[in-house]
């Protein structure tokens, strides 16, 4: 069953037929889709997405593909590392809980990429299959690898996973046969990376692991649709197969485990705040504490939260706010403190102004982390949260959340999706806009030719 892993995993990409998806799949797909160009054009705006965009400039050339945000096209390969960059570039995009990683950020900009340069139609519907065998070929390499073990590592699995979901997104835009998936899959896992040595300084990093994860694997489907070859058995081999060489707690048969019966896209997470995903559920407990209680912040003692180690070692780390917004957006003390503060947890608690805030980084201070057993037993394939407030009165709050909102135990909706797009892109499209394109995207299933419709070229 392991054995041909890889070829498994080739075989359905190429094999999978759009009317096997479910409706409720193809619905929550183009959720998917929507929330990643939002985040996309948020993207756009910053710094990181500027530094990304005026390098593809001056390394690339003019061509078919969209930059969101942008004018003017840019040759597919370069628009997929500047949408990916930018779409990851303020935390705003998608994660998969139990994979610890952020599909739409690398998938949606490789199979638009792909889309845009392609000399034949392609429906809507294809490009949907093509997003979902991506997440799923994404989501399943970080489940095999068991991504807690991956991540203790030191990796970021969304570089590391990342340019496989991308390369099979990109080789069923592009036609590929079994065989040529195959390579492209097996010359994607020479383009995986990703070091985690990014949280405490705030480096810009993280951001471009997404656009190096899109743009990489849709150069691999691109090499392998010339000729060019890649080892069949890339996720499994014994010396040197990604899946070893990552973890030392891989289990290579869930590559293929259940593989056709659901669809790993309908699992990932929307992010209702603009920080790391394992942050979510402390951050739903800590506003539902100071909305229920009235909570002020300097009526707080102290704030502890409680989780699993790997939490702690990923976002409990001392906040010292010199990093920039991603070192704020990767701390739990940040976050609590705002959030509490706030009782939001959006893009504008991260501006230098907000994270200046002599108030809101004095109660960071006052914010403890604790291991919970019970919590630490099921993370990362659920992000359960419990969090106490100790009040200056000596009285106590506490509150449990078992799933973040946003995620499969809370899920958004395409309305409450697009009420977060109009705000990601309030500085980019106007409201008509805005309109046409939610539009554009939530009818895409019917479209005979997605070229020019959506923002891909």
Same mark, same amino acid.
């Given at each position: 069953? +392991? ?6 995993? =080739?075989?359905? !990409? ?8 479910p %409706? ?17 054009l ?11 965009w %005026?390098?593809a !400039?001056? +390394? ?10 942008? #004018?003017?096209?840019?040759? $597919?390969?370069a ?5 990916g960059?930018q @779409?990851?570039?303020?935390e ?20 638009m ?9 392609? #429906? ?16 399943? !390499?970080?489940? =095999?690898? +068991?991504s ?17 979901? =991308?390369?099979? /997104?990109? @080789? ?11 390579? /492209?899959?097996?010359? $994607? ?8 040595a990014?949280?405490? &300084? ?23 649709a ?9 996720l ?12 030392? %707690? $891989? &289990? ?16 990932? $997470?929307i ?15 800590v506003?539902?504490?100071?909305n229920?209680?009235?909570v ?7 704030i502890?939260a ?5 939490v702690d ?11 920039? =917004? ?7 003390q940040?976050?609590l403190?705002?959030?509490a ?9 991260? +501006? ?9 980084? %004095? ?6 982390f ?13 992000f359960? /949260?419990r ?12 509150e ?9 135990? /809370? ?5 409450q999706?697009t ?15 805005q ?10 299933d019917?479209?005979?030719d997605?070229? *020019?419709?959506?923002?891909? *070229?």
């Amino acid at each position: 069953m +392991t054995t041909h892993a890889s070829s498994r995993l =080739a075989e359905f !990409v190429t094999s999978l037929r759009p009317a096997e998806l479910p %409706e409720s799949t193809v619905a929550y797909t183009k959720v998917l889709i929507a929330d990643t160009v939002g985040a996309g054009l948020f993207g756009s705006t910053t710094e990181a997405g500027r530094i990304c965009w %005026e390098h593809a !400039v001056r +390394t690339s050339a003019p061509g078919p593909a969209a930059v969101w945000g942008r #004018s003017g096209g840019m040759v $597919a390969e370069a628009a997929a590392l500047v949408n990916g960059t930018q @779409a990851h570039a303020y935390e705003l995009d998608d994660y998969h809980p139990g994979a610890k990683l952020h599909p739409g950020a690398v998938v949606v900009p490789s199979a638009m990429a792909a889309a845009a340069r392609s000399s034949q139609p392609v #429906s809507g519907m294809e490009l949907l299959t093509a997003v979902v065998l991506g997440y799923e070929v994404m989501i399943r !390499v970080s489940l =095999a690898a +068991t991504s807690s073990a991956v991540r203790r590592r030191g990796w970021h699995l969304t570089g590391i996973a990342g340019p496989l979901g =991308a390369a099979a /997104a990109a @080789a069923r835009i592009g036609g590929l046969d079994h065989d040529a998936t195959l390579h /492209a899959l097996g010359i $994607a896992g020479s383009h995986s990376a990703g070091l985690f040595a990014f949280s405490r &300084e705030g480096a810009m990093t993280k951001r471009l692991h997404a656009g190096r994860a899109s743009s990489g694997g849709l150069d691999a489907a691109t090499l392998a649709a010339n000729g060019f070859t890649g080892p069949s058995d890339v996720l499994e081999a014994t010396d040197g197969g990604l899946l070893n060489a990552i973890s030392d %707690e $891989a &289990e290579p048969s869930r590559i293929v485990e259940g593989l056709g019966d659901s669809f790993l896209v309908d699992q990932t $997470a929307i992010k209702p705040y603009a920080c790391c995903g394992s942050l979510h559920s402390s951050i739903d407990a800590v506003i539902r504490l100071a909305n229920a209680h009235d909570v002020r912040p300097h009526d707080i003692k102290e704030i502890t939260a409680y989780n699993s180690r790997l939490v702690d070692r990923q976002c409990g780390f001392d906040y010292r706010g010199t990093g920039g =917004a991603l070192e704020a957006q990767m701390s739990l003390q940040y976050c609590l403190a705002v959030s509490a503060t706030d009782r939001r947890c959006f893009t504008e608690q991260f +501006t230098p102004q907000r994270r200046a805030d002599h108030d809101v980084r %004095e109660l960071a201070q006052r914010v403890r982390f604790e291991v919970d057993p019970d919590i630490d037993a099921v993370y990362p394939h659920r992000f359960p /949260a419990r969090v106490g407030i100790a009040m200056v009165d000596r009285s106590e709050h506490e509150e449990f959340v078992s799933a973040p909102t946003g995620s499969e135990g /809370a899920p958004f909706g395409w309305d409450q999706m697009t009420e977060k797009f109009r705000a990601t892109t309030a500085g980019v499209l106007s409201e008509s806009e805005q309109s046409d394109l939610l539009g554009r995207i939530e009818a895409m299933d019917d479209a005979g030719d997605i070229r *020019g419709l959506l923002p891909v *070229g």
